[in-house]
C-alpha cells in the first residue's frame, strides 16, 4: 500500500473560509500531483510539482493555490470558499525518473456551504 | 475530441462472468497505458501497466493494447463481487497522467 496521506478526508466549510488540504508522501517521490473530481467525472489534473520549489498549473483551471517547500509535502489552498469548489481532492505522487504511475492519497472530499 | 474516452457505464454483470472494459485514445504520443480501479470514497489503486502492443496478464487480470487502434482494453475472468468499482483508463503525456472518465462496475452475487 502506497504511504500517501491527505488530511482531511471529509470537510464541511462556509462560503468564504480560507482552507488548506494537506497531502505528504513518506516515499521520497519528487513528483507531485493534485486532481480534481466530480462525481461521476473524470480525474482533471488541476497542480502538480517536479520538486521542491517547483509548482504548475494543470490542465484544468483552478482558483487553488499550492506550496512545495519540502518533498514530502504538498498542501493545496483556497483562500476564498466557494459552493462551486465543492468536489473531491486527490494529491498523488510518482518518483522521478523511471517510475511510470503514480500513487494516490485516500482523496479529501470538500464541500462548500 | 478528448484525449482518452471511456464508456461511463454503468456496466452490471453476474458473478463469475468475464468483464471487458475499454478505453480509446487520440493522441500516438502516449507510451504507457495504465488501468487503475477506484472504490468508492477511495483514492484509485493501480491495477496493471503496460507499455508495447499486446497482453500483459496478473492473475484474473489482462491489460491488452492496440496501438495500431488507439484502443485499450481490461478484461477480468471470474469476476468477483469484490471487483465492483470503478475502473479509469490512464495514459502518460508530457509527464502527466490523463484518464478517462472511468467505468462504472457492477458484479452481482
Known amino acids: 500500500e502506497a504511504d500517501i496521506y491527505q488530511t482531511p478526508r471529509y470537510l464541511v466549510i462556509g462560503t468564504g473560509k480560507k482552507i488548506t488540504l494537506e497531502c505528504s508522501q513518506t516515499?521520497?517521490?519528487?513528483?507531485m500531483y493534485w486532481y480534481q473530481q466530480d462525481p461521476g467525472m473524470e480525474l482533471h489534473l488541476i497542480h502538480y510539482s517536479y520538486g521542491v520549489n517547483s509548482t504548475e498549473k494543470g490542465d484544468l483551471s483552478s482558483e487553488s493555490t499550492v506550496s512545495r517547500i519540502r518533498t514530502e509535502h504538498f498542501p493545496l489552498t483556497l483562500e476564498s470558499a466557494r459552493p462551486s469548489h465543492t468536489s473531491q481532492y486527490l494529491c498523488?505522487?510518482?518518483?522521478?525518473?523511471?517510475?511510470?504511475?503514480?500513487?494516490f492519497g485516500q482523496g479529501t472530499r470538500l464541500t462548500v456551504v | 475530441q478528448k484525449e482518452v474516452e471511456q464508456d461511463p457505464g454503468p456496466l452490471s454483470v453476474p458473478e463469475g462472468a468475464i468483464v471487458s472494459l475499454n478505453c480509446t485514445y487520440s493522441n500516438s504520443a502516449f507510451q504507457y497505458f495504465m488501468w487503475y480501479r477506484q472504490y468508492s470514497r477511495k483514492g484509485p489503486e493501480l491495477l496493471m501497466y503496460?507499455?508495447?502492443?499486446g497482453n500483459k496478464e496478473d492473475g484474473r487480470f489482462t491489460a491488452q493494447v492496440d496501438k495500431s487502434s488507439k484502443y485499450i482494453s481490461l478484461f477480468i475472468r471470474d469476476s468477483q463481487p469484490s471487483d465492483s468499482a470503478t475502473y479509469l483508463c490512464?495514459?502518460?503525456?508530457?509527464?502527466?497522467?490523463?484518464f478517462g472518465k472511468g467505468t462504472r462496475l457492477h458484479i452481482l452475487p
Open positions: 516515499m521520497g517521490h519528487d513528483k
Open positions: 498523488a505522487s510518482r518518483p522521478k525518473g523511471t517510475g511510470l504511475f503514480a500513487f
Open positions: 503496460t507499455y508495447s502492443s
Open positions: 490512464a495514459m502518460n503525456r508530457d509527464d502527466k497522467i490523463i
